[in-house]
């Protein structure tokens, strides 16, 4: 917008820079081959990257069937050719072939443009029931499918020599990877009654979060993102992983399996290996009509880039679980927690935040117009970043507590003092913090106010060591835009974030001092602060169940851009300078971690009744103290610039402040 009138709200405009939260629904589109026989259903895939999934768009994989046994829902499976689906073996085991129906040709896992009894089921041989290796089985239909059905298609399968199988992981680690499936939305919930899809990236099977869960890699691997939040669940077993190739075909590489848990941080979804079995599907199909088998129709694998793929008929792809996790706080503390528990869903881009959940989040305003974001630290003190105040007089600045609107609280106060740390350097953003001081305190007895606990770490940690430690889940808040160049949301935003190693290739280059910065995103984009989230706490949970304020919202390139993470200024290294300015009084807490990682594996399947009744993780799981499989029934997803609202991409680096007018304009400094 421009602005020809008042200049004193010009100058305003033009000195704020702006700030945190990455709340980005970026989407890509895959544009399959029409004229293939395989892997190419009537709609084109759009995946947006949000943590727990979201509703497939009809027509879209048309191989995807649901089996279901006297209208109760047993898992998913795929059309390899009109008269074969192929599913996971602990899905079917024990069951007689004419009690099993397949809907195809519908996103509903309970009716389809067709449907068919299965003729004869087909176990792997070497199938094992405890640790399910070999866990893939194939059933023929007693009348094969209508394929001229626009809503049913097959999916490729993959032709890879034996000798690399034998030697190399295929598809190699870090190749991006799609699953689908009517699996829980959340671990023990309820089935959704239309197909949902996630993004997932292949793990290696030397990666610690891989190896200790896998039996044999030649026919198991791993699948899922950095910090959890991406995975399959209870429902979705026998359902398809698969890669979208060079020759725009989508190929199967995996059936859905098994896992601990749903979407934790360091437990990825366990998958068959396809690629190991095709010989095998072959010589018990008699060749059936399957696509992408033989010597001569070799596929290779290319990752297509996300953000270069358009279409003209497109259909979502997102995740399959909306999972959610709860942070249940110390009451008695005297910081670190708000009247209200935090629960927040992994979905990728953020969402709106619960009313007294995060007490000491506050919104710093300039004549109606807003400028950053900012964190009580104690009743007259605010902090925030140096960017989003720098040059400003102190009681031009209003800030607002006790609401998630960034334009009302219910407490408001003028600052009277501002501190902007004395070694700040606007070109690097190195000691990018501020203090406010409050003309009046602010009455803490109002249960949407609360403070925030700051970090107590020893000094000589500081200096050789990174505090929090690398791969820290920490959550991000702030009225920062929902997009890159979109507008701000009213409501204040969430989002769950890693910390990033300063070794990592993706941060070092954009660090100055990993001292006083640090790194936080996920691997391959998709969760970020964003223009409007400046100063603005990174936030994490310790082990006597209070929040601690680990960074403020700095800078970055971009916004969830993947390979790009935030960053932030690394509070723990300033709370001497912080308690020295303030006078102390300022509560601090010694660095503790909550990790609660579940014992037990579950099979992804799980049983429910058809439109009634709804059973969560298998009533009847096999093995619950090792894995269980993900079924329902009886086994089982350069330069940088602080983030204001005139960022340009990956060329420089732009705070994350914003400067709003209240209801009507935004300016992007």
């Not at 030649?218 to 399959?232: E, F, M, P, R, Y």
């Amino acid at each position: 917008m421009k602005i020809t009138q008042n200049g004193n709200l010009l100058k305003i405009l033009l000195v704020i820079l702006f700030n945190l939260i990455r709340i980005t629904y970026q989407t890509t589109t895959y544009s399959c081959n029409a004229t293939a026989s395989c892997g190419c259903s009537t709609n084109s895939a759009t995946l947006s990257r949000i943590v727990g999934g979201e509703a497939a768009t009809p027509a879209t994989w048309g191989w995807a069937v649901s089996l279901n046994i006297a209208n109760t829902y047993l898992c998913g499976g795929s059309i390899i050719s009109p008269a074969w689906v192929i599913t996971a073996a602990h899905c079917v085991i024990g069951q007689t072939a004419s009690s099993i129906t397949i809907y195809a040709g519908s996103n509903s896992r309970w009716t389809g443009t067709q449907s068919r009894i299965v003729s004869k089921i087909i176990v792997h041989p070497s199938y094992d029931s405890d640790t399910y290796v070999n866990d893939i089985a194939l059933l023929q239909l007693q009348t094969p499918l209508n394929m001229t059905d626009r809503y049913v298609s097959q999916i490729c399968l993959p032709s890879v020599d034996s000798s690399i199988l034998s030697t190399t992981e295929w598809p190699a680690a870090n190749t991006t990877v799609v699953a689908v499936g009517w699996g829980t939305l959340s671990e023990g919930g309820s089935l959704p009654t239309n197909l949902q899809q996630v993004t997932l990236q292949t793990i290696s099977r030397q990666d610690s979060t891989c190896s200790p869960l896998i039996t044999d890699w030649h026919v198991q691997l791993c699948a899922g993102v950095s910090g959890g939040g991406k995975d399959t669940c209870q429902g979705d077993s026998g359902g398809p992983l698969m890669m979208f190739s060079s020759s725009n075909q989508w190929v199967l590489i995996g059936l859905t399996s098994n896992g601990i848990g749903c979407a934790e941080a360091g437990y990825p979804g366990i998958y068959t290996r396809v690629a190991t079995f095709v010989s095998w599907i072959d010589t018990n199909t008699n060749g059936g009509g399957l696509s992408g088998i033989g010597s001569n129709s070799t596929i290779v694998i290319t990752p297509t880039s996300l953000n270069n793929v358009t279409s003209s008929n497109q259909a979502t792809i997102p995740l399959i679980i909306y999972q959610t996790t709860t942070y249940s706080c110390n009451a008695t503390a005297s910081c670190g927690c708000s009247t209200n528990s935090a629960t927040l869903s992994r979905i990728v881009g953020g969402e709106a935040a619960t009313p007294a959940t995060w007490g000491w989040a506050v919104s710093l305003n300039i004549a109606n117009t807003y400028l950053c974001g900012g964190s009580i630290i104690s009743a007259g003190w605010v902090i925030t970043a140096a960017h989003c105040i720098n040059g400003q007089t102190a009681s031009s600045i209003t800030i607002y507590a006790g609401s998630n609107s960034r334009w009302t609280g219910t407490q408001s106060r003028v600052v009277s003092k501002i501190i902007v740390h004395p070694s700040y350097n606007s070109d690097t953003y190195v000691d990018d913090v501020a203090l406010l001081q409050l003309k009046t305190p602010l009455d803490m007895t109002d249960r949407y106010v609360s403070q925030i606990c700051l970090p107590s770490v020893d000094s000589t940690t500081l200096s050789t060591t990174e505090w929090p430690a690398a791969n820290t889940t920490v959550v991000a808040v702030g009225w920062g835009t929902l997009s890159e160049g979109g507008s701000l949301p009213t409501n204040l935003q969430q989002v769950t974030l890693q910390t990033i190693s300063r070794q990592d290739s993706t941060c070092s280059p954009l660090i100055n001092d990993w001292h006083v910065q640090l790194c936080a995103g996920i691997f391959g984009g998709g969760k970020d602060t964003c223009q409007g989230d400046s100063g603005g706490p990174l936030m994490m949970f310790n082990s006597n169940k209070q929040w601690v304020l680990v960074g403020l919202t700095s800078n970055g390139i971009g916004c969830a851009e993947a390979g790009y993470p935030g960053i932030y200024t690394r509070v723990a290294t300033f709370v001497s300078w912080i308690n020295t300015n303030t006078n102390s009084g300022i509560s601090t807490t010694t660095r503790s971690t909550t990790t609660t990682k579940p014992t037990t594996t579950t099979t992804r399947f799980t049983t429910t009744t058809k439109p009634t009744t709804t059973t969560a993780r298998s009533t009847t799981t096999t093995k619950p103290t090792t894995t269980t499989s993900r079924s329902t029934t009886t086994t089982k997803p350069t330069t940088t610039t602080t983030r204001p609202t005139t960022t340009k991409k990956p060329t420089s680096t732009t705070s994350r402040s914003t400067t709003t007018i209240k209801s009507t304009t935004t300016t992007r400094h």
